[in-house]
């Protein structure tokens, strides 16, 4: 593994963190205060390919690794956590199922539109009922009614479906066949019979939404199929072990962040006669916060790494996933912390940050599910020797 990014690379951080600063940090409280997002600055997101991260040249997008997706998803998390999970659902979850699994006439029809900056992308697996466990939950369906499949049933928590054209949408299509009775379908938003609830109330993340659904005999054609029929679970877990790097990213971005803002207020902010940045407690959670934000940033530079090169990274990604969760939550806990009451008021930015972090912890899988995932694939690594460091 290499430690040093390459030329592109760093160019591309560099032009991603030059417009984050210029055009999404000043609006990020505006964001977290009214729930809008700056859809001026997303407008110009294509210009650098956040709206087409992995998305092939010739549909819109950039072709980016994986690395690079994840260091766009961590810059824009560093300054607006809305706008970050917004663009990570979009290319992760909107985008990346249709560009792996879409026909051309389906990725020619939909990624376009998709990856212009003036709609976004969606995937609806939660329900109600189901989110951890889908496989045994979920119950929205489509039956098979000639040349069409009919829909019904509900989804919910499903983030950017309210700029959505088109949605993916895991779907029971065999009550009797286990994991192999699911697919994937695309449901246009407009279809009739499919509506669109008002969006949570959510604790942070104020201006990403996300949605309950209805599929009220939603009829689609069989086109609308979006891979193999009977392979929906499959995708679905596929789609989350690459989700987890990105949100892995984000949550770097916010620690990062925070650690930034805790640094400069300890320094400015004066206790007992000195900056409070010289007392050795305060001192403590700086380096805490830098130590943990490296360890968390490698892992998931070495998930993203392990799947650009072709390698096995469901377990990788899990821990990344989890760690870098993990020191989002601490690292916010602590930004707070050092600024006092300050930290407590909507006025600072580490209040909207320690809010946003919280749901690092339960997007893309819980952490209680990477865990069960690390354990599981570490056992079956020890039971078939095959454990490896790489
Ligand atoms: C802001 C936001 C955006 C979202 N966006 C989307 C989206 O775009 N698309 C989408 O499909 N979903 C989305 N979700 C849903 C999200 O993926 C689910 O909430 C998540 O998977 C957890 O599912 P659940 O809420 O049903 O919790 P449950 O599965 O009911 O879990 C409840 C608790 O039980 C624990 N638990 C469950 N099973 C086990 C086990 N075997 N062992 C130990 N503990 C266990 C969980 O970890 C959790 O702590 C979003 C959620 C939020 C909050």
Redesign the pocket.
């Known amino acids: 593994m290499d430690f040093e990014l390459n030329d592109e690379l760093k160019m591309f951080h560099r032009a991603v963190r030059d417009f984050c600063e210029k055009e999404l940090k000043p609006h990020a409280h505006i964001a977290h205060e009214t729930g809008e997002l700056n859809w001026d600055a997303i407008k110009k997101m294509p210009s650098l390919g956040l709206t087409g991260l992995q998305v092939s040249e010739a549909f819109g997008g950039v072709e980016m690794d994986t690395l690079g997706a994840a260091i766009a998803v961590e810059e824009i998390g560093r300054v607006c956590g809305s706008t970050a999970l917004t663009i990570s ?1 979009h290319n992760g ?1 909107g985008c990346g199922p249709i560009m792996a699994w879409g026909t051309d006439a389906q990725k020619e029809k939909w990624l376009p539109m998709l990856t212009s900056g003036d709609t976004l992308g ?5 329900e109600p009922q ?4 889908l496989l045994n939950g979920a119950q929205t369906k489509a039956v098979r009614d000639g040349d069409e499949w009919v829909i019904n049933g509900t989804k919910a ?3 950017n479906v309210a700029w959505s054209p088109v949605l993916t949408v895991l779907l029971r299509t065999d009550a009797e066949s286990g994991s192999r009775g699911f697919s994937m379908m695309l449901v246009e938003t407009d279809r009739e019979g499919f509506t669109i609830h008002p969006p949570e109330k ?1 604790m942070g ?1 104020n201006a990403s939404k ?1 949605h309950m659904l209805t599929f009220d005999n939603v009829r689609v054609p069989v086109s609308n199929i979006l891979g193999d029929e009977g392979n929906g679970f499959y995708q679905t877990m596929q789609t989350l072990d690459n989700g987890r790097i990105s949100i892995g990213a984000l949550s770097v971005g916010l620690a990062q962040g925070a650690y930034e803002e805790m640094v400069k207020y300890a320094m400015d902010r004066t206790a007992f006669g000195e900056p409070i940045a010289k007392k050795q407690l305060i001192q403590e959670k700086i380096a805490n916060a830098a130590m943990e934000i490296e360890a968390a940033r490698t892992l998931i530079y070495k998930a993203a790494w392990m799947k650009d090169k072709g390698k096995k990274f469901t377990k990788i990604a899990s821990i990344a996933k989890l760690k870098a969760s993990l020191v989002a939550e601490k690292v916010c806990y602590d930004a707070v912390q050092v600024h006092g009451s300050a930290g407590y008021s909507r006025d600072y930015a580490v209040e909207r940050m320690y809010r946003d972090q919280r ?1 690092m912890q ?5 952490n ?2 990477q865990y ?1 995932v690390i354990a599981r694939n570490v056992l079956k690594e020890f039971e078939s020797g095959t454990f490896t460091m790489l």
């Open positions: 659902a979850l969606a995937l609806a697996l939660t189901a989110g951890s466990d928590w499903i983030t959510k993340l996300s749901l339960i997007g893309e899988g819980t209680e599910i069960l």
